[in-house]
């Protein structure tokens, strides 16, 4: 693929981090804009219908607005190259893409906005030049910041929770530490979807702001290496001796990735239920039309989710993205043949996540006209 593909993304973005590693891994030709280059308002804006990023426009002026919908455009297209071939695999590979995309937001927020004196200067830098340098510049920069301050809150970070959910955060940095140890990815060798997913958050938060990105270097220099790793077009394995080129044979799952999925199932799957059952109450409610957005600006404000986790209550808004991306997790789970579902089964009932098969929404979400969308 020769042609250039224009990605309008920011460096500090989370979901930037996700579509921009994508393209780089796979050798995709691209430059990056900004949001701040006319040429986003005037010609993509329109067709993308939300100022949202990572939106990308194809050499053909095909414009495709989300991480999630870039990836899938060039799997499909390319015969699926992340996507592994047995069904645990797959399995865990799609999980981790929902994991990071969504059940990472609140160690991520909390890391970048609740240590002002590390990362205000670094962070507002990005803020400020990711627009035109114009008269209202400053001020626009202080109201978009301001505005992501309050993003820790509103995904349950307050001074009651933040010590347990740097808890949690430390946990599941040490053990993914201890699975790149053994692995340069997720499933072996070579990137899987989930390795993208998964670093939306661990590379523009947690991986590059000043106080979260120190912390990973000198708690868990192996993680911060694959975030490194992530973002060069080669294998980058020179400290793996021995190393192969493919996903580990046999659709194995290794025991230090499943160790990974335990320790993130304490947090993720309660969450995950109880937004569940807060969207569904909101759908008997208010029952939006087919087609309705879903997700984003456009959507309506459904409400805040609410569980209970070592003993402190966290509140957190419900978002339907989640279960966009959790509905790949089952279609794949529902396609599979008998004996392949047990095996499965048996991987996450031993990791505590069994219950992410079976919680979904009373309405799925689709895609149309670069927008999620409710179904009938």
Not at 61 to 79: L, M, P
Not at 234 to 243: I, K, L, S
Request: hydrophobic share 40%; proline share 6%.
């Amino acid at each position: 693929m020769s042609e250039t593909h224009t990605l309008y993304a920011i460096t500090h973005s989370l979901y930037s981090g996700r579509a921009r590693s994508y393209l780089i891994k796979n050798q995709i030709p691209f430059r990056e804009l900004s949001t701040g280059h006319e040429s986003f308002k005037a010609d993509v804006l329109p067709r993308g219908k939300l100022p949202t990023i990572p939106t990308l426009v194809t050499p053909e002026s095909e414009v495709i607005r989300d991480g999630a919908a870039i990836i899938e455009h060039f799997e499909a297209a390319n015969g699926r190259p992340c996507r592994p071939a047995g069904p645990r695999q797959q399995i865990v590979s799609a999980l981790f893409d929902v994991i990071g995309a969504d059940g990472l937001l609140r160690p991520a927020m909390h890391y970048r906005w609740n240590f002002p004196e590390d990362n205000l200067a670094f962070v507002r830098y990005h803020f400020l030049h990711s627009q035109r340098d114009v008269p209202e510049r400053e001020d626009k920069t202080e109201h978009m910041m301001g505005r992501m301050r309050h993003a820790a809150m509103i995904f349950g970070v307050t001074e009651q929770t933040q010590a347990l959910v740097e808890a949690l955060y430390l946990e599941y940095l040490d053990a993914l530490n201890a699975h790149f140890e053994q692995y340069p990815y997720l499933l072996g060798w070579r990137p899987c979807i989930g390795d993208f997913g998964l670093l939306a958050p661990m590379y523009a938060h947690l991986g590059r702001d000043p106080h979260p990105a120190r912390l990973m270097q000198q708690r868990a220099t192996r993680v911060y290496r694959w975030v490194e790793r992530m973002n060069r077009a080669d294998q980058d394995v020179p400290e793996y001796f021995n190393a192969g080129t493919d996903f580990l044979p046999d659709d194995e799952v290794s025991d230090t990735l499943a160790a990974v999925l335990r320790v993130l199932a304490e947090d993720f799957v309660p969450e995950t239920l109880a937004s569940a059952e807060c969207i569904n109450a909101w759908l008997a409610d208010t029952q939006p039309e087919a087609g309705a957005p879903a997700v984003g600006r456009l959507a309506q404000a459904i409400g805040t989710a609410e569980f209970t986790l070592r003993g402190e209550t966290i509140k957190s808004l419900a978002q339907p993205y989640r279960f966009y991306l959790l509905q790949r997790v089952q279609d794949t789970y529902a396609a599979l043949a008998p004996e392949e579902k047990a095996s499965v089964d048996e991987l996450l009932d031993a990791c505590g996540m069994s219950a992410v098969l079976t919680t979904t929404l009373d309405r799925r979400i689709g895609r149309g006209e670069n927008l999620e969308v409710w179904e009938a």
